[in-house]
C-alpha cells in the first residue's frame, strides 16, 4: 500500500489527496512559487518570488522555503546573506536546507560558513546524505 504526503501532515492511502478547492488553490500557488524560483536569473527576481510566497502564506511550506534557500545560495548570481536569512526564519531545517547552506558557503570560497553550518546539522541530529559529504569534503 502506497502513502502520500499532502500538503497538511496527513498520511492517506491511496495515490491522490482529498482535492477540497482549498487544498487545490494551496497546491498550485505552491507549484507556481517553486516554478518561479527556479527560472530566476537574479536576485531582484528571486526577492519578488519570496514576497509572493510571503504574501500567499505559503512561507510555513517546507518545500517552498527549502527552494527559496536552494534558489538564493546555490546561483552564482545568489547571495549566501539573503540565503542566511531565509534559513534562519526555517523552525526545523532539513537536510535539503543544510546541503544548500553547505553548498553555497562552498560556492562562495567560505568554507568555515560550510563547516559551521555542517556541525550544526549535526548538533541539531539532522541526518547528513550522500549529497552533504561531497560538500564538506571536498569543497
Known amino acids: 500500500?502506497?502513502?502520500?504526503l499532502c500538503p497538511t501532515p496527513i498520511f492517506l492511502p491511496g495515490g491522490d489527496c482529498p482535492q477540497t478547492p482549498d487544498v487545490r488553490r494551496i497546491r498550485v500557488r505552491e507549484h507556481e512559487s517553486i516554478s518561479l524560483s527556479k527560472k530566476c536569473k537574479g536576485m531582484e527576481e528571486l526577492k519578488q518570488v519570496h514576497g509572493q510566497i510571503v504574501k500567499?502564506?505559503?512561507?510555513?511550506n517546507s518545500f517552498c522555503v527549502t527552494n527559496l534557500v536552494e534558489s538564493s545560495a546555490l546561483p552564482a548570481w545568489g547571495s549566501m546573506d539573503y540565503a542566511s536569512s531565509i534559513f534562519g526564519w526555517v523552525e526545523e531545517p532539513g537536510t535539503l536546507d543544510y546541503n544548500a547552506m553547505?553548498?553555497?558557503y562552498v560556492r562562495d570560497l567560505n568554507f568555515e560558513g560550510a563547516l559551521l553550518m555542517f556541525e550544526e546539522m549535526l548538533e541539531r541530529d539532522v541526518v547528513p546524505d550522500n549529497f552533504t559529504y561531497p560538500s564538506v569534503l571536498f569543497g
Open 1 to 4: 500500500m502506497a502513502f502520500v
Open 102 to 104: 553547505i553548498k553555497g
Open 56 to 60: 500567499l502564506g505559503l512561507l510555513s
